[in-house]
């Protein structure tokens, strides 16, 4: 699927084109997160829990290498290949040449949101191999040629009539069936022929421990687990970030994790992968892809405890009117906001700006990542870095030249004249966006400065 | 003790009633409030859509109006947020006045309240009010508590317009969900911004509202623009306004 270079709200304006749709959008998410507060709420030790989790992360990123090399030392005991990979090119070829060398061209995958910033399923496909997705989820989007939109939810766009249409086109259901317990049957028929016939099978990671070498893999349906258990070669694919130091931390993440997804209180299948079972092969990928470089950013370091649960993006107000494809790119809202500029500022230098910087995301951060700040700061970088379009930075300097010179501001306020011209708020132009759904304010005779020399003058106080 | 009164720009261009109101408040607590009139911006504007390094005009005037009082108080979170967390000095020599105004500035509705410790206002207004809370002031300032916390509640505002006779206050689906205003966002994502709006007055006219009401006009001024574009006949007032009524 080609990446859609288009900004922000051009894409969310053509989302917002069917606003029955935005409506239930929002709706859907917006009972996820309340399912999210709900559990959080019988936790007493909530925020706790969050401070404890966002600290053993602080933990893993001042002391990287030494865990990765120790989580290294530890999976090639247990019997498990490790391979490095630099960037997304690297990545992908690593996991190629574990086919090839099985000689395969077929393979399943369950969720693994690193393959789908890596491309793997494009790459792979031009390589002629075939990909099965077998997350729910992901298998709908494969099917409709669509990237996901969500991390936990990846087509939650989508409406169940949509899922059977496309289900009809592709498995053979009776056309006009959106049953989702008779559409997801199908699909598992459909997935069961694919599990026992595939030889190779990729996970994603969701935590990797430093301690014992092994890794967690983290699903509702099993399919991860399905995988590993059919076939003869098992390969993880994981950014560097997903260390945790030690196995008894798992207890806090594992806790986080779903309440703050989905509000269940644990994941269904949490599965523990140590070694390779006899005759079996396991591979594991270390992907730094930009991960070391966005922990040289000071300001931004913080976005790599990220544990992918999507709790920014169902309390997010602009993702659940905008829908995840606006954010073209791998992971969508809040947090892909911050961690897209890091591997392109060209490509996504629109995101920092899709939001309001409300601050909800940050308060339901599992792991307290100070998200809505960051966008803040990546703002400032961007347009020191001369991303910013050219009518917006003279309309800022016009006001900042207004605004520090206190007769030039009153001259040209007169009760809203040039008020009603530069602003709302700054950007000049002639089909002023604001007017279009919204009345501009009535000007009032006089300013509060104006009311106050007449008024209040005997005080004094110029 | 010196109170400086910071109106807003676009307050005190669109909305002077509201700055008004805000004045008679605390002069009716007898405080001395002197109004500087050489303000004109806290600089939010620019340093939200990441032109911060041009907010230093802004900076050094706010400084000269505000350095000599003991407290400034203004009728808009935000931008009292604004200069909490980013008001600085040109030169080492004046960041004690800055770190002074940082220190100094509030938000009207928690001056009152942790200040001032008011218990009881003269004022009634008998009509069902919608209290929007704007995110700056409640997730930033903490004005009052955030519903992805778990924390007990609380709302400064809210226990402010309970003093206020007669006046009902109704309960919201979403209680603290962004209206979309976001300063330049407004503009820069009109149909995100737009929508967010329409679906706050929504949930407002959906429990009866007859007017909207918060601590922040920016909001309130997009609300009012919603509105008006749908011929509604519910009305925005600031909080300073209704505190400040005897209806
Ligand atoms: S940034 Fe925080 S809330 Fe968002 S997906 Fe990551 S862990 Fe979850």
């Not at chain 1, 169902?314 to 905008?322: A, D, F, I, L, W």
Request: hydrophobic share 35%; proline share 5%; charged share 25%.
């Amino acid at each position: 699927m080609p990446k859609t270079i288009a900004e922000h709200p051009a894409l969310a304006d053509k989302f917002n084109q069917d606003e029955e749709r935005v409506n239930w959008h929002d709706q859907t998410l917006w009972w996820v997160r309340a399912k999210r507060d709900k559990a959080a709420h019988t936790l007493p030790e909530w925020e706790e829990l969050r401070n404890l989790a966002s600290q053993i992360k602080h933990n893993v990123l001042a002391n990287l290498s030494e865990y990765l090399i120790q989580f290294e030392e530890n999976a090639l005991k247990n019997g498990i290949q490790v391979h490095w990979a630099a960037d997304a090119q690297e990545h992908n070829a690593i996991v190629k040449s574990i086919l090839q060398k099985q000689g395969v061209s077929q393979l399943v995958k369950s969720k693994s949101m690193l393959t789908e910033e890596c491309h793997l399923n494009e790459y792979l496909q031009q390589e002629g191999i075939e990909v099965i997705d077998t997350d729910l989820g992901e298998r709908i989007v494969q099917l409709a040629e669509e990237p996901p939109s969500h991390i936990v939810l990846p087509c939650i766009h989508k409406k169940k009539e949509e899922i059977g249409e496309l289900f009809h086109l592709h498995l053979g259901t009776p056309a006009g069936n959106a049953d989702p317990d008779f559409l997801t049957a199908a699909a598992r028929l459909h997935l069961r022929e694919k599990f026992l016939t595939r030889k190779i099978a990729i996970t994603g990671v969701n935590f990797a421990i430093a301690e014992t070498g092994e890794f967690v893999v983290c699903t509702n349906e099993g399919n991860a687990d399905m995988g590993a258990h059919l076939a003869e070669v098992h390969i993880a694919c994981m950014g560097i970030e997903k260390l945790i130091p030690l196995r008894r931390h798992l207890g806090v993440f594992l806790r986080l994790l779903t309440r703050s997804a989905t509000g269940q209180p644990i994941t269904t299948y949490s599965s523990h992968f140590k070694k390779p079972r006899p005759g079996q092969e396991m591979h594991i990928v270390l992907v730094d892809n930009g991960r070391s470089r966005q922990l040289g950013r000071k300001d931004f370091r913080n976005s790599l405890k990220c544990i992918r649960c999507g709790a920014c993006m169902n309390t997010c107000p602009v993702y659940r009117r905008s829908g995840g494809h606006s954010y073209h790119n791998a992971i969508a809202g809040p947090i892909g906001s911050i961690l897209a500029p890091n591997l392109n500022m060209k490509d996504y230098a629109d995101l920092p700006f899709a939001s309001t910087l409300c601050g909800s995301c940050t308060n339901v951060c599992p792991v307290k990542i100070d998200i809505h700040d960051q966008l803040y700061k990546w703002r400032q970088v961007l347009v020191q870095e001369g991303y910013a379009p050219a009518a917006k930075k003279a309309a800022m300097q016009g006001m900042a030249f207004t605004f520090s010179h206190p007769a030039f501001y009153r001259m040209a306020g007169k009760t809203g004249k040039w008020f009603m011209k530069t602003t709302p708020f700054v950007i000049n132009n002639n089909l002023n966006p604001w007017f279009k759904q919204r009345d501009m304010p009535e000007p009032p005779k006089e300013s509060f400065h104006d009311w106050y020399k007449k008024n209040r003058q005997q005080n004094g106080h110029a | 003790m010196t109170i400086g009164l910071f109106i807003p720009c676009y307050v005190d261009q669109f909305y002077p009633k509201a700055a008004i109101a805000t004045l008679e408040l605390l002069e009716k607590q007898g405080l001395q409030v002197v109004y500087p009139f050489n303000q004109t911006c806290c600089g939010q504007p620019m340093a939200n859509s990441g032109f911060a390094h041009l907010t230093q005009g802004c900076n050094n005037l706010f400084m000269q109006n505000f350095k000599d009082v003991d407290y400034i108080v203004s009728p808009s979170g935000s931008c009292v947020l604004h200069i909490k967390d980013h008001l600085h000095a040109e030169n080492a020599a004046d960041e004690p006045v800055a770190h002074h105004i940082r220190k100094r500035i509030y938000e009207l509705t928690e001056f009152l309240t942790d200040i001032l410790k008011i218990e009881n206002l003269k004022a009634r207004f008998p009509y069902k009010v919608g209290m929007h809370q704007s995110c700056h002031g409640q997730r930033g300032l903490k004005i009052s508590q955030m519903s992805e916390l778990v924390a007990e509640p609380f709302s400064k505002p809210e226990k402010l317009l309970r003093m206020v006779e007669d006046l009902e206050l109704i309960e919201l689906s979403r209680k603290d969900e962004c209206c979309g205003f976001g300063g330049t966002f407004c503009v820069t994502e009109e149909a995100i911004s737009a929508k967010m709006g329409k679906d706050r007055v929504k949930d407002h006219l959906e429990h009866g509202a007859e007017f909207i009401t918060g601590a922040d006009m920016s909001c309130l001024m997009h609300l009012e623009g919603i509105l008006r574009r749908q011929k509604s006949k519910v009305q925005v007032k600031h909080i300073a306004e209704i505190l400040n009524s005897y209806a």
